[in-house]
């Protein structure tokens, strides 16, 4: 299981309509093969400010989401209600606690030279 992180800034005024947006994009990705959950967060100290965290099966199951029309149509909606590039972090998932129960994810393999990724990209 694989959890990205993407942090993204609005712009002044548009948060109902970028949230709305976004909501419509989970609601989305919930009938995609391989997605495990989500959440869509605003900080308290910058309310334009977003932190979505997706959770998936696998990174191919992520990947193969943004290759479907709603996801580059949701992507064409909120391009222009962001200040800038979205910042990614990917996360391999150790330990899934719930209120339904707790999942283990197996060890990851080792991957030589490989740390987790800041990359920026639209």
Do not use: C, Y
């Amino acid at each position: 299981m694989v959890t990205i992180v993407t942090n993204v800034e609005l712009k002044e005024g548009v948060d109902r309509k970028w949230d709305a947006v976004m909501g419509s994009r989970m609601t989305g990705a919930k009938k995609r093969q391989g997605w495990v959950g989500g959440q869509l967060l605003r900080s308290e100290e910058r309310p334009r400010r977003r932190v979505i965290i997706g959770t998936w099966k696998t990174r191919a199951d992520w990947e193969l989401w943004h290759k479907d029309p709603r996801f580059a149509e949701t992507r064409r909606q909120l391009d222009g209600l962001v200040t800038g590039p979205e910042e990614h972090w990917w996360h391999d998932v150790v330990l899934d606690v719930r209120k339904g129960g707790t999942r283990r994810a197996p060890a990851a393999p080792k991957r030589a030279g490989k740390r987790s990724s800041k990359r920026r990209s639209r």
